[in-house]
């Protein structure tokens, strides 16, 4: 079993940073494609970035990229999200996970493992 613990999150003004960190643990999983997705009040779930654990290749959303930049440090088993040039509609419950699948994935569906969430409020 795999466990995700997010940490980082908070309020911040706009055009503020944060970083977001991921710490996972339990079985290996040197295949697996780790992820951030985000979810506001009323909106489904949304695919932020991410990022295959073995090759390092990312992916973004259009709406971050350029923005944010996923990252791991395999040493530590920590999964991070670098966010700067926040804006409003970046306020959002921001959630760690995992596919077992080692193929890039957006469908939140996809993902196996999910971490408890860190809240991001961005003030204007």
């Known amino acids: 079993q795999v466990q995700l613990v997010e940490s980082g999150g908070g309020l911040v003004q706009a055009g503020g940073s944060l970083r977001l960190s991921c710490a996972v643990s339990g079985r290996t999983f040197s295949n697996y494609f780790m992820a951030w997705f985000r979810q506001a009040p009323g909106k489904e779930r949304e695919f932020v970035a991410s990022?295959?654990?073995?090759?390092?290749?990312?992916y973004y959303a259009d709406s971050v990229k350029g923005r944010f930049t996923i990252s791991r440090d395999n040493a530590n088993d920590t999964v991070y999200l670098q966010m700067a040039s926040l804006k409003s509609e970046d306020t959002a419950v921001y959630f760690c996970?995992?596919?077992?699948?080692?193929?890039?994935?957006?469908?939140?569906?996809?993902?196996?493992?999910w971490g408890q969430g860190a809240q991001v409020t961005v003030s204007s």
């Open positions: 990022i295959q654990w073995s090759g390092g290749s990312t």
């Open positions: 996970a995992a596919d077992r699948d080692p193929r890039p994935e957006t469908n939140p569906r996809e993902y196996d493992y």
